[in-house]
C-alpha cells in the first residue's frame, strides 16, 4: 500500500511526465504595461515616488518645505526691488507680476525635462528589481514639479491680489492653455530624453546647457511688444518656440487683467492669434507625446542591460 495519493485514472508514467514538462516552464515575472493604462494600474506605485522625491528633496534640512516658499518669495522681491528698474524703463506695468507668472512656467518646463532626463538612470537599481512600466520614472518627474509649483502660486496669489487681478473668461483660457502646452511639451521631451540618457550620458548635460538659454528665448525679461517691433517679419519663427507662446498665454492670464487697460494691453502686448498658435502647438505637442511614447517602448527591453 502507498502513501501518495494519484488522481483517478492518472498513470503513475503520466503524472511523472506532467511534472517534468511543468519543470521545463521557465519562471518569469508578468511584463508590465507601458503606456497611460500602465500609469493608472500602477498609481499608488507612482504616488509612493513622488513622495520619495519630495521626502529627499528636504531630507536633512532644517525648514524643510518652507524652502518651496523662501525660494520664489526672495526671487519675486529681487524682480521687484531690482528689475523693476528695468521694467519702468521699458514700460511695463507690474513688472515683477509679468516675469515672475513667465519664471513659472519656464521652471516647471526646465525643471521637469531636466529631472526626467535623469529619471530612469537615477532609479536602474529599482527599475532592475522590480516589474513596473519604465514611464512611471520621467512622469514623477512632472508630478514633483508640479507639487513645487503650488507655492509659487501662493506667492503670485498675493501680489494678484495686491495690484487688483481681474481675471476675464479669456484669461482663464488662456492660463489652462498654456500650462496644458507646457506640461504636454515637458512631458514628452522628459520621456525621450530619459531614453536618450540610458545610452548616452552626455544627455543631461546638453538639456543643462540647454536650459540656460530658454529664459532668454520667451518674453520674460523682456515685453513682446520688443520681439514684435525689433523683428517685424520675423515673429513667425520667434513664436514657433512653443515655450514662448506658453508663457504668452499664461502672461495673458496673470499678467494683462493687472494692468490699468487690459484690452489695449492685450491688442498691443499680446499676437493677434495666440489662441490659434497656442491650439495648434497643443497638437504638435500631442504627436510628440505620442511619438516619444512609441519611442520609448522600441528602447525600453533594451534598457536593463545598459544599465
Request: charged fraction near 15%; glycine fraction near 6%; charge should be neutral.
Amino acid at each position: 500500500m502507498t502513501d501518495t495519493l494519484e488522481p483517478a485514472g492518472e498513470r503513475p508514467h503520466d503524472a511523472a511526465s506532467r511534472a517534468a514538462a511543468l519543470a521545463d516552464v521557465p519562471m518569469s515575472s508578468p511584463a508590465p504595461v507601458g503606456g497611460l493604462r500602465g500609469l493608472v494600474n500602477h498609481r499608488y506605485l507612482l504616488k509612493l515616488l513622488v513622495k520619495r522625491e519630495v521626502t529627499a528633496r528636504y531630507t536633512g534640512s532644517f525648514l524643510g518645505m518652507l524652502w518651496s516658499y523662501i525660494n520664489p518669495f526672495t526671487q519675486f522681491l529681487m524682480y521687484s526691488f531690482i528689475f523693476a528698474l528695468i521694467g519702468r524703463g521699458m514700460n511695463i506695468e507690474h513688472f515683477a507680476v509679468h516675469v515672475f507668472s513667465a519664471l513659472m512656467v519656464v521652471g516647471l518646463f526646465t525643471e521637469t525635462v531636466s529631472a526626467g532626463t535623469r529619471s530612469i538612470v537615477r532609479n536602474a537599481s529599482l527599475l532592475q528589481k522590480s516589474a513596473m512600466p519604465r514611464e512611471l520614472f520621467p512622469f514623477a518627474s512632472l508630478l514633483v514639479s508640479i507639487y513645487h509649483l503650488w507655492p509659487e502660486f501662493v506667492i503670485l496669489a498675493a501680489a494678484l491680489l495686491f495690484v487688483g487681478w481681474a481675471p476675464d473668461p479669456t484669461a482663464i483660457a488662456a492660463g489652462v492653455l498654456g500650462y496644458l502646452l507646457i506640461i504636454i511639451f515637458a512631458l514628452a521631451l522628459a520621456v525621450i530624453l530619459s531614453v536618450s540618457q540610458v545610452f548616452l550620458r552626455d544627455t543631461g548635460q546638453i538639456v543643462a546647457v540647454v536650459n540656460n538659454f530658454i529664459r532668454f528665448g520667451v518674453p520674460m525679461m523682456y515685453p513682446y511688444e520688443i520681439v514684435a517691433t525689433r523683428f517685424a517679419g520675423y515673429t513667425d519663427l520667434y513664436l514657433a518656440n512653443p515655450i514662448a507662446v506658453a508663457v504668452l498665454l499664461v502672461q495673458r492670464c496673470f499678467w494683462v487683467p493687472t494692468t490699468s487697460d487690459p484690452e489695449a494691453t492685450a491688442l498691443t502686448a499680446m499676437p493677434d492669434d495666440l489662441f490659434t498658435r497656442g491650439f495648434i502647438a497643443l497638437g504638435i505637442g500631442l504627436i510628440l507625446l505620442f511619438v516619444a511614447q512609441r519611442i520609448f517602448n522600441h528602447w525600453e527591453t533594451k534598457m536593463p542591460e545598459r544599465l
